[in-house]
């Protein structure tokens, strides 16, 4: 594959990434970790929008299904997990510019997520400590919040604890399915799947599938086997890029990338260009962001770049290219990676 990089904006400690539809056209969100922006750049035109000035803080960002314009994201996450005031915000795209309203207030919010199942939308929440103090204690397990969602997307007037010691649950990754949308989290009890309910009043399904501590996880069938590996960043924004095989109910390990990448953090699993992929990137040392693939010799890993030091990284598929969407918090960038075939 052929990978094309292009620079769309410079932002200190460029963190959160996401796309939004605004008048049809793709909108490339970045948003950064420290105080600062967020910002709106048009797929199509390069245009670039302040969605806000701040107060930044930015973990996750949303949109809202089936909606033009409109997404969730969170604030007030700060550096060195100063959380205590996190809260979600709704933002809509007028044609004066982008209205910011506060959606939610929700301690310690890192990671939440807008699933599907037959026809209902649910709101989850992963909550990274259950601490009162301003700063995040790790002896003060997080937990997940649900709760069904209005067809307005109104914000929950109740949320339901669906797990408990959820020890930093900072790893988080969804795969849209036809019939539903599962989540999958990790925190240093390991990784767990988590499917919404068939209906607003019945129960979440958690099902723990590793017991490793995990910062971060990704599924996608790489060996194209018919059953999906998972990748993951082990311990604690750890140095270890690991895949896991379905053997049977349990998981088995089947690589490791084979050289510690100190500070791992972006991770992403699913199709480039055809072919299913691991991505991933780490924020110190070298600051590699890498590709991972199969092949009937095994295993292979790909050098994309050094010394960026990517946060979050997304994929836009398309017919003549794909877009790698990234965002690099060392060195203050965000980014695109357009990826072609390979010509003879």
Same mark, same amino acid.
């Given at each position: 594959?052929?990978?094309?990089?292009?620079?769309?904006?410079?932002?200190?400690?460029?963190?959160?990434?996401?796309?939004?539809?605004?008048?049809?056209?793709?909108?490339?969100?970045?948003?950064?970790?420290?105080?600062?922006?967020?910002?709106?750049?048009?797929?199509?035109?390069?245009?670039?929008?302040?969605?806000?000035?701040?107060?930044?803080?930015?973990?996750?960002?949303?949109?809202?299904?089936?909606?033009?314009?409109?997404?969730? #994201?969170?604030?007030?996450?700060?550096?060195?997990?100063?959380?205590?005031?996190?809260?979600?915000?709704?933002?809509?795209?007028?044609?004066?510019? $982008?209205?910011?309203?506060? $959606?939610?207030?929700?301690?310690?919010?890192?990671?939440?997520?807008?699933?599907? =199942?037959?026809?209902?939308?649910?709101?989850?929440?992963?909550?990274?400590?259950?601490?009162?103090?301003?700063?995040? =204690? $790790?002896? #003060?397990?997080?937990?997940?919040?649900?709760?069904?969602? =209005?067809?307005?997307?109104?914000?929950?007037?109740?949320?339901?604890?669906?797990?408990? @010691?959820?020890?930093?649950?900072?790893?988080?990754?969804?795969? @849209?399915?036809?019939?539903?949308?599962?989540?999958?989290?990790?925190?240093?009890?390991?990784?767990? #799947?988590?499917?919404?309910?068939?209906?607003?009043?019945?129960? $979440?399904?958690?099902?723990?599938?590793?017991?490793?501590? #995990?910062? @971060?996880?990704?599924?996608?069938?790489?060996?194209?086997?018919?059953?999906?590996?998972?990748?993951?960043?082990?311990?604690?924004?750890?140095?270890?890029?690991?895949?896991?095989?379905?053997?049977?109910?349990?998981?088995?390990?089947?690589?490791?990338?084979?050289?510690?990448?100190?500070?791992?953090?972006?991770?992403?699993?699913?199709?480039?260009?055809?072919?299913?992929?691991?991505?991933?990137?780490?924020?110190?040392?070298?600051?590699?962001?890498?590709?991972?693939?199969?092949?009937?010799?095994?295993?292979?890993?790909?050098?994309?770049?050094?010394?960026?030091?990517?946060?979050?990284?997304?994929?836009?598929?398309?017919?003549?290219? @794909?877009?790698?969407?990234?965002?690099?918090?060392?060195?203050?960038?965000?980014?695109?990676?357009?990826?072609?075939?390979?010509?003879?």
């Amino acid at each position: 594959m052929q990978f094309t990089k292009q620079h769309l904006c410079d932002l200190p400690y460029c963190y959160a990434v996401g796309t939004v539809p605004v008048e049809g056209r793709t909108n490339y969100i970045f948003a950064t970790d420290d105080t600062g922006p967020c910002y709106a750049i048009d797929a199509q035109t390069g245009r670039r929008e302040t969605v806000w000035d701040g107060p930044g803080g930015t973990m996750s960002i949303v949109p809202l299904p089936g909606q033009d314009g409109a997404f969730l #994201a969170s604030q007030r996450f700060m550096p060195g997990f100063a959380a205590l005031h996190a809260r979600i915000v709704k933002l809509v795209h007028t044609h004066s510019g $982008w209205t910011v309203t506060p $959606w939610l207030e929700l301690p310690y919010v890192h990671r939440f997520d807008i699933l599907e =199942r037959n026809g209902s939308f649910y709101f989850l929440g992963c909550i990274l400590s259950s601490t009162k103090e301003e700063q995040a =204690r $790790w002896d #003060a397990p997080g937990y997940l919040v649900a709760a069904p969602l =209005r067809s307005d997307f109104a914000p929950p007037a109740y949320l339901e604890v669906i797990a408990q @010691d959820m020890p930093r649950n900072h790893g988080y990754c969804r795969v @849209d399915r036809p019939q539903y949308t599962p989540a999958y989290v990790a925190c240093d009890r390991g990784v767990f #799947a988590l499917t919404p309910p068939p209906a607003p009043s019945e129960p $979440w399904e958690i099902r723990q599938l590793l017991t490793v501590p #995990a910062s @971060d996880v990704a599924v996608c069938d790489i060996d194209g086997d018919g059953a999906e590996e998972l990748a993951t960043i082990e311990p604690f924004h750890g140095d270890a890029f690991v895949l896991y095989h379905a053997d049977g109910s349990a998981y088995r390990e089947v690589y490791r990338y084979p050289r510690p990448a100190p500070f791992l953090h972006a991770i992403w699993g699913g199709s480039l260009r055809g072919k299913p992929v691991f991505l991933a990137g780490c924020r110190e040392a070298d600051c590699e962001f890498f590709l991972v693939s199969h092949s009937q010799a095994g295993y292979t890993s790909q050098i994309i770049e050094s010394g960026f030091g990517p946060s979050n990284v997304t994929v836009i598929p398309g017919q003549e290219q @794909d877009t790698i969407l990234i965002a690099n918090r060392q060195s203050h960038e965000g980014a695109v990676f357009f990826v072609k075939e390979d010509r003879p």
